[in-house]
């Protein structure tokens, strides 16, 4: 199991939470990661999480394959970000 998933199983997130972050993650990724600090995680927990996403991103990857969602959605979205970076 991607060690995401594990994570948030671990402390009692739902599949249906899971899943609902991972397709905000494929749409919105800042959207995503307000939503997962809003879990009431503890906080080494979500410090821990965010370490994982940051040192492996491919982990993203990994956990949306899992779930069934679709990858290419994810890569949209931060291609949308990154323009929008490039244009500020």
């Not at 402390?11 to 972050?21: E, K």
């Not at 959207?31 to 993203?60: C, E, F, R, Y």
């Not at 990858?71 to 291609?79: D, H, N, P, Q, Y």
């Given at each position: 199991?991607?060690?995401i998933?594990?994570l948030?199983?671990?402390?009692?997130?739902?599949?249906?939470?899971?899943?609902?972050?991972?397709?905000?993650?494929?749409?919105?990724?800042?959207?995503?990661?307000?939503?997962?600090?809003?879990?009431?995680?503890?906080?080494?927990?979500?410090?821990?999480?965010?370490?994982?996403?940051?040192?492996?991103?491919?982990?993203?990857?990994?956990?949306?394959?899992?779930?069934?969602?679709d990858?290419?959605?994810?890569?949209?979205?931060?291609?949308?970000?990154n323009t929008?970076?490039?244009?500020?």
């Open positions: 199991m991607n060690p998933i594990a948030l199983k671990e402390n009692n997130i739902s599949d249906q939470q899971i899943n609902d972050i991972f397709q905000t993650l494929t749409q919105n990724p800042f959207a995503a990661m307000a939503t997962i600090s809003q879990l009431g995680l503890p906080q080494d927990k979500l410090q821990l999480l965010m370490g994982q996403v940051m040192q492996n991103p491919a982990l993203i990857k990994e956990a949306v394959e899992e779930l069934g969602l990858f290419s959605k994810v890569e949209a979205a931060k291609e949308q970000l929008q970076e490039l244009n500020k």
